[in-house]
């Protein structure tokens, strides 16, 4: 048994060296004729260099060349750069014979020549001047290198009859460079090209050969490249023939509605995006003081309202309107004709073919480039769907929490303020944890289906049902308490509520968010009171704004008689947002609220049966019935005071406040053509899918729409 041991030990021993022998005479020979190879190289540049050689002379060295390193010309290697055509000592005749190429005619599908002009020098290699030309090597089939040296020469038979640059000595016997790895930035002529700062990758790979082999790249040098957008597919679809008769009336009409819709629609003088000067591309820096004030002179101007529309003159003995408006009959005739557009037969079927043929282009577009525009984002580096800022354009500041985060606020006050005074009710005043008491609930009882404030399926083409989930538990006093702003504690659990929603979002740093407060119209102090309410509170962040909206409630407010007449809900809204902008002291907590605010909301139950306008309605004045005014009505007024005030604070260098209305959720088709007369954008406009006609012309004018897809 220990004889057999022996034997299979001494067998073991012989084999392996067998093997090794065998290893070191396939690496000896390998190496000869790598050196071989770069002597024949330097044999070659020579003769190429030295006018004094008869032709037979360089003939029989070149056939020599050619014996030698025949087997170094035969593919190109995975690890290995090609280096299959290298200047000199290559005549006509060898070329055609053996598939090579001179260096001076590269045919368009070989990379470009990289050469370097005598007296410069690469940036990797010494100051030796470079006599050689260089085509740089094809592309490997792997995008990354082999890790180890041995794993690249002898891993293949093809393999062993292949070069690389960095493994051949550089340096010939007189000491001139003879390889060289060229930088990126150089061209053919040796010059150095600048690199834009948009194409600059930052790379963390080592620099410098190992052992003859390029280290690994790391993965995310791979995909940091720019995108190829010259690639994509681009399809253009060229009319065969000429127009007929009605589809020059159809265009004609639609270009005129543009036009109409050019004539209201505020825009500024100039563009937002032109004001600003970003000298750093870096993040912008945070305000250091939001709410500081300086105190601002009243200027000259004099407003007063008139049917319902605030008209502004440079000072009171003047009657010189600065900046009219369109009335209520023009209008409202404007929006007649819009309407009588959108119902002719020849328009709709030119619109409906033209939004096919557009839906159309674009599926094709996918499937022609969608791989490509996803390898294109994903190379972008430092950007995922997680660290691209996002903006929720449609969020009720009331809703702004989760329901787990309200859940949790609800049971820490619970739990550490149950004394806490909070609400009046009935003659009485009540504690937090008296209210709970009333309400037959504990702070364990308490969880996140019995809060019951989260939007499911039953709130579908429910408005009722959507307004009632705003009250957690199903009860308006909790409501009152932690989602009210004007209640008995002054609106100060809101307040903190709202600060940790903001932690939230500056610890994300890329979601941003417009929260929308409600302005009711029922009292002027409205505005002075939120406005103080966001100011004591410092509820300020860089990811976060404000919006406007106004509820459509008139009737109710009539009904209780909070309000006499609709112009009672205009002066209420739009008196004290003029009286600040003239006068900024007058309002300062206003003022400073105003700079964070962007918009302006017009919000209700869309689905509520209503009546047309006519082109002649009545004043707000005269509007003293029960009945809500219609849609359109609501519309013009809020625009018509919108677009002068925009116009009055742009002129003193104030911050505007675009018009956004709810449009198209629901109801009549004219909600959106009002819109399309008077809005900057809309939110929802699910109806634009009946009209062809408004959707095109949606198109056209490049109105957005506001979603919430997440």
């Not at 939001?290 to 008209?311: A, I, L, R």
């Amino acid at each position: 048994m220990e004889s057999y041991a022996i034997h299979l030990a001494m067998a073991a021993l012989v084999g392996a060296s067998l093997v090794a022998v065998s290893a070191y005479y396939m690496h000896r020979k390998t190496l000869n004729q790598l050196l071989e190879f770069a002597k024949t190289v330097e044999r070659e540049r020579e003769d190429n260099s030295d006018g004094g050689d008869s032709p037979q002379h360089m003939k029989k060295r070149r056939s020599h060349a050619r014996r030698k390193g025949s087997g170094y010309y035969r593919r190109s290697s995975a690890s290995l750069p090609d280096v299959t055509a290298i200047s000199g000592g290559i005549d006509g005749d060898d070329h055609r014979r053996n598939g090579l190429l001179p260096v001076d005619g590269i045919p368009a599908g070989l990379p470009r020549l990289h050469t370097l002009p005598e007296g410069k020098s690469t940036e990797l290699a010494s100051s030796a001047k470079r006599t050689g030309n260089l085509i740089r090597p094809t592309s490997p089939k792997s995008p990354v290198a082999s890790a180890s040296a041995f794993e690249s020469v002898e891993g293949s038979d093809d393999e062993d009859n292949m070069t690389d640059n960095a493994k051949l000595g550089t340096v010939g016997p007189d000491g001139k460079i003879l390889f060289e790895n060229l930088p990126n930035h150089v061209n053919a002529n040796g010059e150095q090209i600048p690199i834009a700062p948009s194409s600059m990758i930052r790379s963390h790979s080592v620099s410098g050969d190992l052992h003859g082999v390029q280290p690994d790249p790391i993965a995310a040098d791979i995909l940091r490249k720019e995108p190829e957008q010259e690639t994509f597919a681009k399809l253009k679809i060229t009319p065969t023939e000429v127009p007929s008769t009605d589809e020059v009336e159809v265009y004609v009409v639609l270009q005129e509605c543009l036009e109409l819709r050019k004539r209201y629609v505020f825009s500024e003088t100039v563009a937002p995006w032109e004001k600003e000067i970003i000298s750093d591309p870096s993040t912008p820096k945070p305000n250091p003081a939001p709410f500081f004030y300086t105190s601002e002179g009243k200027s000259d101007h004099y407003f007063e309202m008139q049917d319902g529309v605030v008209h502004v003159y440079p000072n009171k003995d003047s009657r010189e309107e600065l900046f009219p408006v369109a009335d209520a009959t023009t209008f409202f005739t404007d929006l007649h004709h819009i309407l009588r557009v959108i119902a002719a037969g020849n328009i709709r079927t030119l619109c409906h073919h033209r939004l096919n043929l557009l839906e159309q282009k674009f599926n094709l577009h996918l499937m022609l480039n969608a791989d490509r525009e996803f390898l294109a984002q994903k190379s972008a580096p430092h950007r995922d769907f997680y660290n691209v800022r996002k903006v929720d354009t449609h969020v009720h500041h009331s809703a702004c929490m989760n329901q787990k985060h309200l859940l949790r606020f609800i049971k820490s006050k619970l739990r550490k303020e149950p004394d806490e005074v909070v609400i009046f009710r009935d003659g009485t005043y009540l504690t937090l944890k008296e209210v709970f008491e009333s309400l037959d609930l504990t702070g364990y009882d308490l969880n996140v289906d019995l809060l019951d404030v989260h939007a499911d399926k039953s709130t579908f083409h429910r408005f009722d049902k959507f307004n009632l989930k705003y009250n957690p538990c199903g009860q308006s006093r909790l409501r009152e308490i932690f989602l009210k702003q004007d209640n008995l504690i002054q609106g100060r659990f809101l307040a903190e509520l709202t600060k940790q929603v903001f932690s939230d979002l500056s610890a994300s740093k890329y979601q941003m968010a417009e929260y929308r407060i409600s302005i009711y119209g029922r009292k002027q102090s409205e505005w002075d009171q939120m406005a103080s309410w966001i100011v004591n509170n410092e509820l300020y962040s860089e990811n976060v704004v404000w919006l406007i909206q106004l509820p459509r409630l008139y009737n109710i407010y009539k009904e209780m008689g909070i309000v006499t007449s609709f112009q009672n809900i205009l002066d209420n809204i739009f008196i004290p947002l003029f009286e600040v902008t003239i006068d900024p002291d007058s309002h300062p907590q206003l003022h400073v609220f105003l700079k964070q605010v962007v918009g302006l909301d017009l919000v209700d139950d869309e689905s509520k049966p209503e009546r047309r306008p006519t082109k002649h309605m009545p004043t707000p004045a005269q509007w003293t019935n029960v009945f809500n005014p219609a849609f359109s009505y609501y519309v013009y007024y809020c625009y018509a005071n919108l677009y002068t005030l925009n116009k009055l604070r742009e002129s003193k260098g104030m911050t505007t406040i675009k018009f956004r209305p709810h449009s198209g959720e629901a109801g009549d088709i004219d909600h959106l053509a009002a819109t399309f007369l008077t809005a900057n954008n809309i939110a929802h406009g699910i109806n634009l899918r009946k009209s062809p006609v408004l959707q095109y012309l949606y198109y056209l004018a490049q109105v957005r729409r506001k979603d919430s897809y997440l």
